[in-house]
């Protein structure tokens, strides 16, 4: 019995593989272009939040949030483009779509845990400001890249890719040599951003720590003096006192004042005393003290000026006799980041005198440096 020859047609055929499916890799590819829109449409939002915030006065949280926001612009941009061209490359099914996505969805998530812990080292007590940097919305923000980390360098992704980067290969078994170039250059670019980020963001953090003395407890500038002394030389309290409290930031310091009028009603004269306290609290970015500019302008009205020991480190006294019935004294001190104004004025028949006045000033001056928070 003889062999049959065999037909071409009948050869033996290489079993093909099936390509392997793709909804992993374009899922990752889909997140990754939403995380890029949203990124990149933070930076348009940011630079108009500081726009916006060059005119307003947020309380306080003006300086610290444009700050916070020049820091996050270029990480958003770099967290952007990274996640862009990475979708891109997805779609176009290629190797280099895997580090890219990775790496910037790495620095999404780590940025993210970096804004938490420096909006919780700068923000005050102002509920608004603090959620932009509260657990739940980090929580809610890192959701996304976690998933697009996930499903980039999941298994399926991997197979995908390298099974369109080389159509020809249809031998599954034969692995495929990938370059560790993008990962290392990728590396290389989160942990620059990453570096930078950390440093800045600590940077902001510490401003304000430019001097002993604080404000953020003062809620009322009249219970920094004891505006009962008007009552030495005028009965009652016209009205209430009055008072300001102007809190621009850690790097711009703060503006503290309080007024308080006092007067005594009679049949032929009336009297009255009124007290002027100012405080500044110099900030990171001020060019000094108030104390020298606020004595030049007394040094200018018409103030005689002296200079005043063993209060502070400087201090001076300014005296102006209004009228005959009217007399005017002022003591100004420095002591670190704190400068404090007092002026009192009394209107009568029977003015006491300047030196009395004086101490009486002094005292309130010592009285405000004492009760300042540091």
Not at 37 to 44: H, I, K, Q, T
Not at 151 to 169: F, G, N, S, V
């Amino acid at each position: 019995m003889t062999d049959q020859p065999t037909a071409p047609g009948n050869l033996a055929q290489t079993p093909t593989v099936p390509p392997p499916g793709g909804w992993t890799a374009i899922t990752a590819g889909v997140l990754a272009c939403l995380g890029s829109a949203y990124r990149l449409l933070s930076v348009v939002v940011l630079i108009v939040a500081i726009l916006l915030l060059s005119d307003l006065d947020m309380a306080g949280e003006t300086d610290k949030a444009r700050t916070l926001f020049l820091v996050s612009i270029p990480v958003f941009s770099i967290i952007g483009a990274l996640l862009l061209v990475g979708g891109v490359q997805m779609f176009r099914k290629k190797s280099s779509a895997r580090p890219l996505i990775a790496i910037g969805a790495a620095i999404e998530i780590a940025y993210s845990v970096i804004e938490l812990v420096a909006v919780e080292a700068i923000a005050d007590a102002d509920d608004s400001y603090y959620v932009i940097g509260s657990p739940l919305v980090v929580a809610l923000a890192i959701v996304f890249p976690v998933a697009t980390i996930i499903l980039t360098l999941t298994a399926p992704t991997a197979r995908w890719l390298d099974y369109h980067a080389t159509p020809a290969q249809s031998d599954a078994s034969v692995p495929t040599q990938r370059s560790k170039a993008p990962w290392i250059a990728g590396g290389a670019v989160g942990v620059v951003v990453l570096v930078l980020g950390a440093l800045l963001l600590a940077g902001a953090a510490s401003l304000g720590s430019s001097g002993t003395y604080s404000y953020d407890s003062i809620d009322d500038s009249c219970d920094l003096v004891d505006v009962s002394v008007l009552r030495t030389w005028a009965a009652a309290p016209r009205n209430a006192p009055e008072h300001r409290e102007d809190k621009d930031g850690p790097t711009l310091g703060a503006r503290l004042a309080c007024n308080a009028s006092y007067s005594t009603s009679g049949v032929y004269s009336t009297s009255s005393a009124s007290l002027r306290m100012s405080a500044d609290i110099t900030g990171s970015l001020d060019d000094g003290p108030a104390f020298d500019s606020w004595k030049s302008v007394d040094s200018t009205t018409g103030s005689a000026t002296s200079e005043l020991s063993g209060l502070g480190e400087r201090a001076y006294y300014a005296v102006r006799r209004l009228s005959k019935s009217d007399l005017e004294v002022k003591v100004v001190a420095v002591d670190d980041n704190l400068t404090v104004s007092v002026q009192i004025t009394v209107h009568g028949s029977s003015l006491p005198s300047e030196n009395e006045l004086r101490a009486a000033c002094r005292h309130q001056v010592e009285l405000a440096m004492q009760r300042m928070p540091t």
